[in-house]
């Protein structure tokens, strides 16, 4: 993450989903569930707050709200989203999990 003025800029699929994860793990509620976020994480230093408007900002610049620029109300069924995002989502399912886990620090980074 980078800071953009006082609102913390997630631009990587994978660190948007360990924030989110960090963020649901950290909420008190019927979504403040711990199984994905079983430990500190390298989010854990972010106050929610800030967390969460972080991830609205990736969303809207993703492509994956209905709010984001990126939306066509002349295509209210179709967004396009970023080629990022596009290419994380054509990623196998442990590929997506070992990068999630690589940004929450759960996993080592790669040497390679
Ligand atoms: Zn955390």
């Not at 909420?27 to 500190?40: D, I, M």
């Not at 984001?68 to 967004?79: G, H, I, L, M, Q």
Request: proline content about 9%; some cysteine.
């Amino acid at each position: 993450m980078t800071d953009r003025g006082r609102i913390p800029v997630i631009r990587d699929p994978a660190n948007a989903a360990a924030a989110a994860k960090c963020w649901l793990g950290r909420t008190k509620g019927p979504l403040g569930l711990g199984a994905f976020h079983p430990e500190e994480c390298d989010f854990c230093h972010e106050e929610p707050a800030i967390l969460i408007r972080a991830l609205h900002e990736f969303a809207d610049w993703s492509g994956l709200n209905w709010r984001s620029e990126r939306y066509d109300p002349a295509a209210p069924n179709w967004t396009q989203l970023r080629p990022e995002i596009a290419e994380f989502t054509r990623l196998p399912r442990e590929q997506q999990a070992k990068l999630v886990g690589q940004s929450q620090g759960y996993i080592p980074e790669d040497d390679d």
